[in-house]
């Protein structure tokens, strides 16, 4: 399972910590406090994504792909 989230330059540069609400009603929280992210940089999260067709007790991993929004000005 894929899921896109768009963070701000300063989260990108400073780190952040945001929730993210999975399908399954629960929420899970994306910690990058204290590193830099990447324009499309994406992390896997294991377990987290969609039921397998052959298992469905057995869940597939969550590819976070991180969309960075850059300013369209900056001020002093």
């Known amino acids: 399972m894929k899921a896109t989230i768009?963070?701000?330059?300063?989260?990108?540069?400073?780190?952040?910590?945001?929730?993210?609400?999975?399908?399954?009603?629960?929420?899970?929280?994306l910690d990058r406090a204290g590193q830099i992210t990447k324009?499309?940089?994406?992390d896997t999260i294991p377990g987290e994504g969609m039921p397998k067709a052959e298992y469905n007790s057995e869940k597939g991993d969550l590819h976070i792909t991180y969309d960075v929004v850059f300013p369209k000005e900056l001020t002093a």
Do not use: N, Q, W, Y
């Open 6 to 29: 768009r963070i701000t330059l300063r989260e990108a540069l400073l780190g952040f910590v945001k929730p993210l609400k999975h399908l399954g009603g629960h929420s899970l929280d």
């Open 39 to 42: 324009p499309g940089h994406v």
